[in-house]
T-cell receptor, first 115, second 118 residues
């Protein structure tokens, strides 16, 4: 069964601190993995995408890693800001013939950055 | 350019009534998705449209749910005989269907419609 599990479910950190969010998946056939940020009351917005051959990708203060062997990904946030408070969603794409990709969503990690 | 828009932003209805939710995707995007997000939960896939292909309806929770995409653009999600458990945020996303680089599979989400069934 295709599944994406994220941990922790929620996290509180102080402004300026770093944190790491985890994503474990059992998706086959694996196509790519994307991290989304969802602010409260808004739709998710893509942060990074990684394919099978990539093991790290940065977007500003966000750095995502991928270990395709262990089927794990992490999202590291450096020097957190209050605006980082949001839900972070790990989404894995299963690639099928004909170019159709089915997305499997994790439940998300809810991050709160406090001053 | 304009992003994905959805209307209404909020909808309150009585149990048993029908509701229609609208999604205007980004112009030129061939793929359109509907998701449901219950409070504090992850996104639940409902239905996927790609061009003129038959839609993937595998996520629709019951036959009370249906969706159409007219002219390959605007989509309407209809919920008949609404129940309290239908209360959620309904998100629409569109994608260019690109299979290249950073744009691969990227879905652009609308702000959602918050549905409350009393």
């Amino acid at each position: 069964k295709n599944q994406v599990e994220q941990s922790p479910q929620s996290l509180i950190i102080l402004e300026g601190k770093n944190c790491t969010l985890q994503c474990n998946y059992t998706v086959s056939p694996f196509s790519n993995l994307r991290w989304y940020k969802q602010d409260t009351g808004r739709g998710p917005v893509s942060l990074t995408i990684m394919t099978f051959s990539e093991n790290t990708k940065s977007n500003g203060r966000y750095t995502a890693t991928l270990d395709a062997d262990t089927k794990q990904s992490s999202l590291h946030i450096t020097a957190s800001q209050l605006s980082d408070s949001a839900s972070y969603i790990c989404v894995v794409s299963a690639g099928f013939s004909g170019g159709y990709n089915k997305l499997i969503f994790g439940a998300g990690t809810r991050l709160a950055v406090h001053p | 350019g304009a992003g994905v828009s959805q209307s209404p932003s909020n909808k309150v209805t009585e149990k048993g009534k029908d509701v229609e939710l609208r999604c205007d995707p980004i112009s030129g995007h061939t793929a359109l998705y509907w998701y449901r997000q219950s409070l504090g939960q992850g996104l639940e896939f409902l239905i996927y449209f790609q061009g003129n292909s038959a839609p993937d309806k595998s996520g629709l929770p019951s036959d009370r749910f249906s969706a159409e995409r007219t002219g390959g653009s605007v989509s309407t999600l209809t919920i008949q005989r609404t129940q309290q458990e239908d209360s959620a945020v309904y998100l629409c996303a569109s994608s260019s269907g690109s299979h290249r680089g950073e744009n691969y599979n990227e879905q652009f989400f609308g702000p959602g419609t918050r549905l409350t069934v009393l």
